[in-house]
């Protein structure tokens, strides 16, 4: 069946970076366009980034943009979510979404010192 | 950005009662509008898609319509499962933004 594993959240400091990745099965990774989406504690959804399915195209949140890079390997069936300069207000649980559905369980990222 | 504007933030209604959800763009986006419903501490479920496509396994009672700037999702006949938050999201161009949500209680 179609599964979205996220993995690589954590705690880190502000100002530090982060790489979360997405492993996907179940269904063939490169045709689809791939989302990161995530929610702060107790808060909506917010979304982060898209990627196209050939990993030619991103595009991202203002909130984010010029931080986070997201990337992907076909030939691994990965999503990737690279995270620099991680502000307070990143603190969110990150989903792995391919384009609506599903959704991964999401991988929770806390920006603390 | 288009921003996307949903109401009420919550609602309370009675099993059995018709809901109705409203998501207003600040311009166009055609029918690129997609509904989706969190259940308390669960992962966001897609709904609806393209504006009025029920995905695959979601109950008839749910539906959704519009076009444009304003759209709607609808259910029918509400059942106590279908207590949790609603989020519309448009994804006609980057950024595909989020509603700020719908919390739908049993009365």
């Known amino acids: 069946q179609v599964q979205l594993v996220e993995s690589g959240g954590g705690v880190v400091q502000p100002g530090r970076s982060l790489r979360l990745s997405c492993a996907a099965s179940?269904?063939?990774?490169?045709?689809?366009?791939m989302e990161w989406v995530r929610q702060a504690p107790g808060k909506g959804l917010e979304w982060v980034a898209v990627?196209?399915?050939?990993?030619?195209?991103?595009y991202y949140a203002e909130s984010v943009k010029g931080r986070f890079s997201v990337s992907r390997d076909n030939s691994k069936n990965t999503l990737y979510l690279q995270m620099n300069s991680l502000r307070s207000e990143d603190t969110a649980v990150y989903f792995c979404?391919?384009?609506?559905?599903?959704w991964g369980q999401g991988t929770l990222v806390t920006v603390s010192s | 950005d288009i921003q996307m504007t949903q109401s009420p933030s919550s609602l309370s209604a009675s099993v059995g009662d018709r809901v109705t959800i409203t998501c207003r763009a600040s311009?166009?986006?055609?029918?690129?509008l997609a509904w989706y419903q969190q259940k308390p501490g669960k992962v966001p479920k897609l709904l609806i898609y393209?504006?009025?496509t029920l995905q695959s396994g979601v109950p008839s009672r749910f539906s959704g319509s519009g076009s444009g700037t304003d759209f709607t999702l609808t259910i029918s006949s509400l059942q106590p499962e279908d207590v949790a938050t609603y989020y519309c999201?448009?994804?006609?161009?980057?950024?595909?933004?989020f509603g700020q949500g719908t919390k739908v209680e049993i009365k």
């Open positions: 179940g269904f063939n990774f490169s045709r689809y366009i």
């Open positions: 311009q166009g986006i055609s029918n690129f």
């Open positions: 979404v391919r384009v609506g559905d599903p």
């Open positions: 990627i196209s399915n050939d990993g030619s195209q991103g």
């Open positions: 393209a504006a009025s």
């Open positions: 999201q448009k994804y006609n161009s980057a950024p595909w933004t």
